[in-house]
């Protein structure tokens, strides 16, 4: 226990003096094997077996989708696909990467807008883009969910409206809701603010410069919209609890004009500021460390792969022992945790399969893509 900071003091005698091993560098993280170190003391709340577990966010969410599905817990799909469909398609067409077809959702502006969309309370100017094979069209909400695109602007909404009644039924529906924070940058609709998930042009639709708008959310635009989300889903479900966290994944490109490891280091720092920050102002809202385990210098850059983004298979390990040791409850899922080679996927209820533990489905990746085939078109 911390002492009393109002009660007199001999001399030498601190604050720091009571304080936890885990205050302190060199106990907590200098001295301690780098795959142990946990930097986290206690959680608001743990996730019990029965619990319906929602996901969403960037790439690195569906590492959490994945082994609860594994370690025997709730992971929780509202946009299930069609017995027909089979595992392999259903899994190309998105169904189980997250709990509803929404595709990665990278910024809480975009976050704040599907809740919106789903609820009613938002319809964006625009509604269908072309295909970049221009003989097919997609929604420019989820552009890549849809192999080999639309037929007609007909379909695009017709399945969009399926996909937002499954997101109404998972906001009234999930007990837990996880949120992996990934970019701060993002592309707009000048007419009414809406956010894509990719700038137009990459995955479908055309830029346009009078229309399109680069955006790069300040520390006070992410604390608004997590705020105006968190309070519109504790509307539908009061007693929701909420786990942050933040991608340690680099950004795959900057248009902030800066160099792509400092919008790295903004983005990121943005991020982690307003995660802390909604954690310390709204009840049952946890912060999870998975930023700091992956990305944190204790490990000296082991977690990252040679192109230094992708996060090897041993530091998603360390990320999800530490999630089942810290925030779930028993212990059913610690050694599916533990190693990542056990993983499986008996069902489509019981998201991603293994091909998805060395290969994340993210939109992001796009962006290199394209300047690639571009720079072929122009050779």
């Not at 604050?15 to 205050?23: F, G, I």
């Not at 946009?79 to 509803?100: I, K, M």
């Not at 950004?251 to 160099?259: E, F, I, M, Q, R």
């Amino acid at each position: 226990m911390v002492a009393d900071r109002d009660a007199p003091r001999q001399p030498g005698d601190t604050p720091y003096r009571d304080l936890p091993e885990t205050a302190f560098w060199t106990r907590s993280v200098a001295r301690v094997p780098a795959d142990q170190v946990a930097p986290l003391n206690e959680f608001p709340f743990r996730i019990g077996a029965n619990d319906k577990v929602a996901t969403a966010g960037s790439c690195f969410a569906q590492h959490i989708a994945r082994h609860l599905a594994q370690g025997g817990y709730n992971y929780y799909i509202a946009e299930q696909p069609h017995p027909a469909l089979g595992q392999a398609v259903a899994r190309d067409f998105g169904y189980g990467t997250f709990s509803a077809r929404y595709a990665n959702i990278y910024t809480s502006r975009q976050l704040l807008q599907l809740v919106q969309r789903a609820e009613g309370m938002f319809v964006p100017v625009t509604d269908v883009w072309d295909a970049p094979d221009g003989r097919s069209l997609v929604d420019p909400f989820r552009p890549a969910i849809q192999p080999g695109g639309y037929a007609s602007a007909e379909e695009v909404r017709a399945d969009r409206n399926r996909h937002l009644a499954a997101v109404r039924r998972m906001l009234r529906e999930m007990d837990v809701f996880v949120f992996t924070l990934g970019l701060t940058e993002a592309w707009v609709d000048r007419r009414d603010g809406a956010v894509f998930p990719l700038c137009p042009g990459v995955s479908g639709g055309r830029f346009d410069p009078a229309i399109h708008d680069f955006l790069n959310l300040s520390i006070d635009d992410v604390r608004d919209d997590l705020d105006r989300t968190f309070r519109l889903l504790r509307a539908i479900r009061p007693d929701l609890r909420i786990i942050l966290t933040v991608s340690p994944v680099p950004l795959k490109a900057t248009a902030s004009g800066d160099h792509v490891l400092a919008a790295t280091t903004y983005s990121k720092s943005v991020l982690r500021v307003a995660a802390h920050d909604m954690a310390a102002t709204h009840e049952n809202v946890g912060y999870f460390p998975s930023y700091e385990i992956i990305a944190g210098n204790f490990n000296r850059g082991a977690y990252y792969a040679e192109d230094l983004r992708e996060v090897r298979p041993e530091g998603v390990s360390h990320v999800m022992r530490t999630f089942f040791a810290h925030v779930v409850e028993g212990s059913a899922g610690s050694s599916a945790a533990a190693d990542h080679r056990t993983i499986a996927l008996p069902s489509a209820r019981s998201g991603p399969s293994e091909r998805d533990a060395a290969r994340l489905e993210c939109e992001e990746e796009l962006l290199e893509f394209d300047r690639v085939m571009a720079a072929r078109r122009n050779g």
